[in-house]
């Protein structure tokens, strides 16, 4: 019974119904406009995030070295953010040859909000690696824009070689 619980809660629907629960601290209201703090539903662009974290952990990833820019990904893991054993920033990465100095079979999770803007990395630059491989794409169904214009979506790639 306690495994049927456990699947339930790694699921995108059980993460995204918890926090629908939270409210914000009191102190904190009217910060932002309360654009980012009141939870009345999430987004689009944090849903599609969370399934993208999700198939990292299932498809038994956890183990790489993951490379992100966007900081909710080691919560929605459950995972420790300060452990550079597991995590590192794409704002760290080579902008020109972003799988130089990173281990062979890392993961880099680039999306299109915080990936080419507080990264400063092109997903261009992630295609044109031959050290680098595609293993998914996560584009909503319905098309967003995000800052400077991007078209959000996620891309994962692991370094499948040396360059």
Known sequence: MSGSMDARKDTAAHLIRESCRCEP????????NDQ????????????LYTKASLWLKHN??????????NPIL?????????DTSKFGSIRSLDKRLPA????????IVWD???SPNEGQLPLKNLGNSDSLKLLKSFVPKKPMT???Q???????????NDE
């Open 25 to 32: 601290r009191s102190e904190y209201r009217g910060a932002c």
């Open 36 to 47: 980012y703090l009141r939870i009345r539903g999430l987004s689009a662009q944090f849903i």
């Open 150 to 160: 991007y078209n959000y979506e996620i891309h994962i790639f692991i370094k499948q």
């Open 112 to 114: 299109a909000h915080f």
């Open 60 to 69: 038994g990833y956890l183990n790489n070295k993951i490379y992100h820019s």
């Open 100 to 107: 130089k100095e990173i281990p062979l079979h890392a993961i």
């Open 146 to 148: 995000v800052l400077n």
């Open 74 to 82: 080691p919560f929605i893991l459950e995972t420790d953010p300060f």
